[in-house]
């Protein structure tokens, strides 16, 4: 009986029609990396043009801009190969500060309207960030505040450190369709940027690859760009761990990161971005009580294949990079200015005043299925906080010197459990002695 009615209720999924679906949906933006432009990213599930219809606010809603895009056909790997259309448009021409409503579909079917502001023009102002990773559609703790924080205007962009929807593969991908279904009430009002984590392994990451748009040619596997004073790169920690897809992708990446450095340290351009700032999803050090790479054995993120090839805390540390970004532990994880397990302080007083070398953040507690991941009970002696909330980190680059981190628990109802100044006079290399 059992398998009778198995098979039964097997057969409406086995024989269902194709869905004929052009409503757009996860709608969610990028930066492209130039103040005067936004990409929109959506899905639908069968072939439909590609259009946004947008003008600035205030003023009468009534859509005077269009832009047209295309979109790609993507098949989830999973054995419903469900097929589904990613849309993308760039609008450009765009009023760096100003704002805009859009619309995104086409005749055959629109979105709901949504808001942005095109990010600011030139490193004079004070970009404000929410950064976290490991965020899934079960137990998503801090979504519901994210949203309301980024629709209250409060963000310029998210940074989200990889480890996505656990996972998006999942139910034939329907877990994906879910999770950027969920995040629209942020993503469609504040550029979402992203980088890989574990997570979206399957299939050669195809899900990750086909449903975001970062900036650069590496299907958002690692790319980079400027906001304010800062230059932000976004590289996958995941090269080192997958090799079955490539093992020649570390090569590729590490190539290209240490290009992207060089680029980003000649004197015009540290001059005008000296902030240097990696996002990465598994950490170099960390404390949990866990199996993981940097808890469990040496981190591979840290130094690389054996012989030290390809091994990024060197990498990092050359080009005077100031803060690195990470996720991945399900907590909160702040470091003493750290290299090579030896910890840099500015001074006893003033630690992350003028440290003499780089500033770790490890923030994945946004909230997923996996629940929180505890700590080791004796904290390292380059730990400075360890916080076992759900929450995430509020930054704010001010200028060319200053740097705000704050922490945010949800599990407390918002309030800020951590919080440090960065201060730097000097930056690049020539910073750590
Ligand atoms: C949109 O509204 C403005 C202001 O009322 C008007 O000048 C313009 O002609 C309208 N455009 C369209 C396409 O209706
Ligand atoms: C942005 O700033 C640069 C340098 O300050 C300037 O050359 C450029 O014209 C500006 N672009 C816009 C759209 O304001
Ligand atoms: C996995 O994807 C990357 C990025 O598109 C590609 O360079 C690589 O060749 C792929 N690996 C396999 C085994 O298909
Ligand atoms: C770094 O500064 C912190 C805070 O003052 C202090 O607790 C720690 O011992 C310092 N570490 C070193 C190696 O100076
Ligand atoms: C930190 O701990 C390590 C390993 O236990 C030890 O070698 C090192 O001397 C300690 N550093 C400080 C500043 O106490
Ligand atoms: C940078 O921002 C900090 C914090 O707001 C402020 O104290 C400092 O004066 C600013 N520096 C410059 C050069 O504006
Ligand atoms: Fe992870």
């Known amino acids: 009986m059992v398998g009778f009615f198995c098979l039964l209720l097997m ?57 047209t895009g295309k979109a790609t056909k993507f098949v989830d790997g999973g054995l419903q190969q469900r097929t589904m259309y990613i849309h993308r448009v760039e609008l450009t021409r765009l009023v760096p500060g100003q704002g805009y409503v859009y619309h995104c579909g086409s005749n055959l079917g629109w979105s709901p309207k949504f ?58 991908a329907r877990i994906g369709d879910a999770f950027m279904r969920q995040i629209e009430s942020v ?51 995941e090269v080192y761990f997958y090799l079955k897809y490539g093992p020649d992708l570390i090569r590729e990446q590490y190539v290209w990161l240490e290009r992207d450095l060089q680029e980003a340290s000649k004197p015009e351009n540290r001059g005008q971005r000296p902030w240097l700032i990696t996002m990465g999803h598994r950490p170099m050090y960390c404390s949990n009580n866990d199996k ?48 090579d397990y030896k910890v840099f302080n500015g001074s006893i007083e003033a630690p ?23 700590f080791v009970p004796e904290p390292r002696n380059w730990s400075a906080v360890r916080i076992e909330d759900y929450g995430y980190t509020r930054m704010q680059i001010l200028n060319k010197t200053h740097i705000y981190l704050e922490q945010v628990s949800d599990d407390q109802d918002g309030r800020i459990v951590d919080n440090i100044w960065l201060i730097k006079e000097k930056h690049g290399p020539e910073a750590w002695h």
């Open 115 to 172: 808001y942005f502001v095109a990010l600011k023009n030139g490193s004079d102002w004070s970009p404000r960030f929410s950064v976290f990773g490991d965020m899934g559609n079960e137990n998503p703790q801090s979504l519901g505040r994210l949203q309301k924080e980024a629709q209250r205007g409060m963000y310029d962009v998210i940074l989200h450190v990889g480890d996505f929807a656990y996972d998006m593969d999942e139910d034939n």
């Open 352 to 374: 992350y005043t003028n440290p003499r070398a780089p500033v770790h953040i490890i923030t994945g507690s946004a909230g997923c299925r996996e629940m929180l991941d505890p």
């Open 11 to 67: 057969l409406p999924e086995l024989h269902s029609a194709p869905t004929v679906w052009i409503q757009p949906e996860q709608v969610h933006l990028s930066y492209t990396g130039d103040p005067t432009s936004m990409k929109v990213t959506w899905t639908t599930f069968s072939p439909a043009p590609s259009m946004v219809e947008f003008q600035k606010v205030p003023g009468v809603e009534n859509f005077t801009e269009c832009a």
């Open 292 to 339: 993981d790479d940097c808890t469990d054995h040496e981190s591979v993120v840290r130094l690389g294949l054996p012989g030290h090839v390809f091994a990024l805390e060197d990498l990092f540390y050359k080009y005077g990079v100031d803060l690195e970004l990470w996720a991945h532990e399900h907590s909160y994880e702040r470091l003493w200015p750290l290299y």
């Open 187 to 237: 993503a469609a009002y504040v550029p979402y940027m992203t980088c890989p984590g574990n997570h979206e392994e399957k299939y050669n990451f195809s899900n990750y690859r086909n449903r975001f748009s970062m900036p650069g040619n590496t299907e958002s596997l690692w790319y980079s760009w400027d906001i304010g004073s800062a230059h932000i790169i976004s590289f996958s920690t």
